[in-house]
């Protein structure tokens, strides 16, 4: 009879072979497997296999056309696909960090550059010095780095240059770089060493673009995208950005939100980090979802995001009624931008039992918003709210005007922006654009009571006649009431009872109405 602890172990085992197997047949169908096997004409060994499983488990995410992308930079180097499989980790190298690995070593000297000199670029670059590189025949033993780099900028007078005479022994390739570098931005720029020293502390791609690249950016952004040299000074990235991916952007991309793309770059230059596929995939995105060009004008940071990232959150905030009340706002899009904060204080605002909520509280500085909660009641932004109704309602109303007319109610920040959305849609049922425009304060007040107030004094006008008219307030002949007068007598009825003291819009007011588990589902995707 079998022992329980030979049941056990057996049991284990069996399990894990079941995983492992499981696990392969997953793997051994991803275009990576599928090139190793191409290539090489052989399976890849088992405890290879295991290995990349456990080490490199990205490599079997990689998509063919990634593949590709990865062979043809490698072909640059004379680096065959063959090497490439059997030094897989090349594959989990981000493809333009790859590029620039390859160019920086080409450009220092490399007599030959190997699969290993890309996955140890770091080693390489940073810990050893020249002089090893040199003894182990990587570099010509007498290649002075600092030369060849210093005549890489044909732009630069040679009576500006001049040779540190850096000590092989004790000096590696990074430090030489930087070196050359400042020296040059000094010369074009006029960057400080203090400027340079922030710029490489907090722009990691500086460090690691081919003195070519930086050269080509900074021809591209004074002559082609006209930035003035001040503002490249402040803006360092566009020192390190990649020239082939700005080139692709100008020639592909006519225009964003209506703007000319060299005029959009200098209005939001970070747009140079996003390449030109997910700036049209972007604007298609926009597009489906109606969100205009002035609205795209106002965040044009949106261009500077995941085209993955835009629909997902799009596709989240279109759900909620928030959204649906503030997309006529031209500055919408800050709720995509920020929709994690949004989301946030969304979820805040209703805990605190907050009725009105504006864009300008949902994105603004956390200073403000605090006050914001902080502060006894709850108001909304005046602008947010003025510009909801016109764009809403059209009629002869410009924004002052319309502000003015509200601001005679001394509650008028007080009413929440959805319960005057919802007004709207149930007065444009009955009720010209213009008209609701004249009587504008009465948006303000609850829709249950006004609809009330609506259906009865249109019944009464409307079971009137001129000859038989029907008085029943004031001597008042219902029968030749106006729409204009019919909402007037409405706002009339409503505050009555309040004794005319503006009151009447705390009645039933219930604010926000939004749904707070369908919110709390979208903070915690």
Sequence with gaps: MLSKSFLQKNSFTRSYLFLKRNLFLNVNDTPFITLYQNVTGESIPTQQLEYLTKKEPSIFKTTSESLKLTLNILKKFEITAEEACYNPHLFCINLISLDNYGEILKECGFIKILPSHLIRYN???KSRTISKLKKQGLINTNLCLEQILLDIFQDWPQNEKFLKQYSDVNT??????MSVLQRYLEWRLGITNDKFTKFSNNNLPLKHRPMVDIHQSLDIAENVIKFDRKYIRNNSFIISSDPLNTRLILENVDSLAGVDIKEAIRLVPAILKNNYRALLEIKEILREYEIIEEAQKRYLRVYCMN???????????????????????PRILSMVVHYRKVLNRLTKIESEK??????NTLVAPQKIFNTYISNFGSRVCSRDMAIHILSSLKGNYNQDTLVNTLKRHKYWLHTAISVVHDNICMLKKYFDDQVILDNCQLLLYPGSDIERHISRIQKIRNSASRDNPIETHNNLNYSRLTDSQILSLVLYEIEKKYHFSGDGIWSNQDGMREHTANRKSHASS
Aim: include cysteine; charged fraction near 20%.
């Design 123 to 125: 080693t390489i670059v």
């Design 172 to 177: 590696n390739i990074l430090t030489v770089r």
């Design 307 to 329: 085209p993955d990232t835009v629909r997902s959150r799009l596709n989240d905030l279109v759900t909620m009624n928030e959204f649906k009340v503030l997309a006529s706002n």
């Design 354 to 359: 907050k009725q009105c909520f504006s864009l």
